[in-house]
C-alpha cells in the first residue's frame, strides 16, 4: 500500500502545473512541506491511505504530521520552532483539504458543531 500511495504522489505531480511547481529543496523542510505542489500530492497520497485503511483523512495526515516533526527535528529545529512550524503546517494542509475533498470539509463543521452543542460538566 505505501507503494501505490508513493505513487499516487508523484502521479499527482505529473498534472501539477511546471510553472506553477513550488519550493523544492527537501533540507528546508518547512517550505518544502509548504509548498502548494508537495500540499496537493501530500493529501492525494494520504487520502488514498485513508481510503484503503477506511481511516478519517485527519487521522491519516497525522502520520504525516509526524513523519514532518521528525524531519525538522533531524535537521536541528528547536521545539518552539517546531510547535510554530507544525501549526502553520497542520492549517494549510486542513484548509487545501477543506478546499479539495468536500467530505472532509463536511465531517470537520459536522465535529465543530458537535464541539460547540457538547456540554462538559
Known sequence: MLFRSAVRHEIEHLSQNIEMKGYKDPSDVVNYYLSDDEVDAHLVQYH????YHRMP????????FDSIQQAMAAHGSSEDEIETNMEKIKEKYIQRAKERFPKFRQNMEMFAEWRRSATWA
Open 48 to 51: 488514498r491511505i485513508a481510503k
Open 57 to 64: 483523512l485527519e487521522d491519516s495526515l497525522d502520520y504525516l
